[in-house]
């Protein structure tokens, strides 16, 4: 039997925080004119239970992740490493990540903000966070209720899609061929390599290592192949030689 449990919360952040990824332009936020919300999807099958925290934030640094995953394990006993945490990048709420120094984005710290008092409200904001998501978090493993599981084949008309054409591409719950999985692992080495922003969460979570993360995708390949038995393959793929 499968038991799911849900809660969704909202996140917003105060007025006179700094906004996220707009420090050079000294833009703080003046009000919410939309919130900005947090979700929690819970599913066991009472030998396995994972959990997945969808955040409206910018970006969360590694030892962010780490504290609301201590925590979320804390308060309702999920083990750590069934919980994964994913922002979507939105840059409309405020500032998680730690001060950026000087000799990084020397353009992101101008003379007219108050460092200290930045420091004071990223630690606030980050604390806040911690506590909402955990909370949030005890609250939908309580609320845990048997469910059944099924799925279907359809068409979306109004979502864009990685893997298919948008508005006309087929829903497709295949797994791709092994050559897109090394494509995968290509890209997360070079995002980790050059620093992008997603470098602590790709290592996060697939491993601190090269070996280590190679052998994350392979581990979840067999596992995707074992219940979707079909690999999927495009007509067409961009990057490669006709």
């Excluded at 906004?19 to 833009?27: F, H, L």
């Excluded at 997945?52 to 030892?63: N, T, Y």
Aim: charge should be neutral.
């Amino acid at each position: 039997m499968i038991e799911i449990g849900t809660h969704e919360f909202e996140i917003n952040p105060k007025i006179g925080q700094p906004m996220g990824g707009y420090w050079r332009y000294n833009k703080f936020i003046k009000g919410i004119r939309d919130p900005v919300f947090g979700n929690i999807l819970i599913i066991s099958n009472k030998k396995l239970t994972h959990e997945l925290v969808v955040l409206d934030e910018l970006i969360l640094d590694s030892q962010l992740v780490k504290e609301m995953k201590q925590e979320i394990e804390k308060r309702t006993k999920i083990p750590y490493k069934n919980i994964t945490i994913h922002v979507n990048h939105t840059h409309s709420t405020s500032v998680t990540v730690p001060e950026p120094s000087d000799d990084d984005y020397p353009f992101l710290l101008p003379e007219a903000w108050d460092v200290h008092e930045m420091r004071k409200l990223t630690r606030e904001r980050r604390e806040t966070l911690v506590k909402i998501v955990s909370a949030a978090s005890e609250i939908a493993f309580r609320q845990m209720n048997p469910v059944r599981v099924g799925y279907k084949e359809g068409y979306t008309e109004d979502i864009g899609r990685n893997r298919n054409r948008p508005l006309d591409g087929p829903v497709d719950n295949s797994v791709p061929v092994i050559r897109f999985l090394e494509r995968l692992f290509d890209r997360n080495e070079y995002f980790i390599k050059s620093h992008h922003p997603l470098r602590e969460t790709l290592i996060n979570q697939t491993g601190n290592d090269v070996r280590a993360r190679k052998s994350f995708l392979q581990q979840v390949d067999k596992q995707a192949i074992e219940l979707l038995i079909h690999r999927w393959e495009p007509s067409f793929a961009f990057g490669e030689d006709e």
